[in-house]
């Protein structure tokens, strides 16, 4: 405002010198007019860079949002999949059919609820890939140790010990229903 009001006052100085009969008002009508232009460029200049800076404002925040969304999600999501692997690779010491089917009864309700699971895997990879798509993938998130690679690589872990799991309780029927023949 004030460069304005200076730019204002060179050019009614200008007005001024060329009412009065100024005899190179020519040349002070030229420079006026170049001081104008000049101006009118770094307030056209200065007014994008207030647009730019503003858009990149948003975006920060935007990606921000996103990164303790991530954060919030990922953090349980890890918790329930260690809790998960533990579950999956639990040695067990049965004695009978029945304990064996108790166990894979236990499994089976396991297996349904990881669809539930799969549902917040894809909600937490969703958002990763939002960040990615808004070019904060490159950077670490200050709200979460866990990246997407970590959770990609547990979720994988998980999806494989399942059919791990499913042989050896398939095994271990197997050789209990051996053992209540002999008995």
Known sequence: ????????????????LESLGYFNSAEVNERMAAISDNWEVLRNLSDQRMKTLAEAEQLQIQLDELRLDFAKKAAPFNNWMDGAKE????????????ETQDLMDAHNAFQANIQVAESEYSGLIAVADMIDQLGGGDKPNPYSNLSREDINAKWEEVLALVPQRDESLAQEQTRQEEHDKLR
């Not at 405002?1 to 001024?16: G, M, N, P, Y």
């Open 87 to 98: 579950e999956l690779q639990d040695v067990f010491n049965v004695h009978s059919v029945q």
């Open 1 to 16: 405002a004030a460069h304005e009001d200076r730019v204002e006052q060179l050019s009614q100085i200008a007005k001024e």
